[in-house]
């Protein structure tokens, strides 16, 4: 974690919230852009989008189950995850953490602020939804001042241990890119 920028981030929960709220709401209309074939690639290499969206299913699972207070780090995989699904879950992980917080979630073996897991939930879920996007075509870009927000969050939580396991390495973006791309091409996408 980037000295400073965690404590930080995860310091505030109404935003962490806030953060969340606006994740969410982005990916449940990418979400709808999903149609019967999911055999076609995401932008994750190696993954359809049949794989991302059981990616995705899993994510929300652990994010419901963090509103405990704690997470288990051996998820059970479901697949074919179904977009009506993902949406509920969405709405329910959001209920489920604005209607309480505890200080700090205990994840595996460590245990984090609170507001930090859910700016992160916030940044999983929007690149996810981005990915989905893409993957059916829609395209949609993650509006700005949402890639503006997570920024720090994604500089908090991508470390160079997650590279090339979890996220591809950073992607080179010129000074005219917007606060979309720089965040994409942080966490190795185009």
Known sequence: MTPGIGSAVGRDTHHALELLERALGYTRSALSTVGADRSGPSPCAGWTLADLLTHM??????FLEAAGGA???????????????????A??????WSAHIAPRVVVG????????????AAL???????DVAQATGAGG??????????MPVAHAV??????PERFAVPLR???????????????GRR
């Open 109 to 120: 073996d460590r245990e984090l602020p609170a507001g930090l897991l859910v700016c992160a």
């Open 124 to 130: 999983e879920i929007t690149v996810h939804g981005w």
């Open 71 to 89: 997470v288990l780090l051996e998820v059970p995989r479901a697949a074919g995850a179904e977009p009506n699904v993902l949406r509920a879950k």
């Open 57 to 62: 299913d899993d994510g929300l699972d652990a």
């Open 158 to 163: 991508v470390t160079p241990g997650d590279r």
């Open 91 to 96: 709405c329910r992980l959001y209920g489920r």
């Open 141 to 150: 870009r993650i509006p700005e001042n949402l890639a503006e927000a997570l």
């Open 173 to 187: 973006t010129g000074p005219e890119a917007s606060s979309a791309e720089v965040l994409l091409g942080f966490l």
